[in-house]
């Protein structure tokens, strides 16, 4: 019983390892590609890299939810350019040479 808790410890320690380098990857990735896209903004040869759209629900118009005693208002919007997408597309191909490495 007891060789049965300490795997099933390793388990959760090298789960929660790989989604925290996972989440590091994906978090670093959207900075970066923020950081190309504001940079490249004034580059001719490099302009289609801060090329953006934006998803969701408009800034000027969110969703008001009124239940006479509370109004709710709901809003998201992302906004994903080609900088974005290059590098979250080469953080999901580094994640498996990265976390083979994490015990």
């Known amino acids: 019983m007891n060789e049965l808790k300490k795997r099933n410890e390793v388990f959760r320690m090298k789960f929660s390892k790989k989604g925290l380098v996972f989440a590091f990857l994906i978090l670093t990735s959207m900075v ?8 490249c903004k004034d580059i001719d040869a490099l302009k289609f890299l801060s090329y953006s759209k934006s998803i969701g629900f408009e800034n000027d118009s969110p969703m008001v939810i009124d239940l006479i005693i509370i109004k709710i208002t709901l809003g998201i919007s992302i906004n994903i350019s080609i900088a974005h997408a290059v590098t ?3 953080a999901i191909f580094a994640y498996p040479k990265i976390v083979k490495n994490v015990e």
């Open 32 to 39: 970066l590609g923020s950081m190309i896209a504001i940079m």
């Open 88 to 90: 979250f597309l080469a």
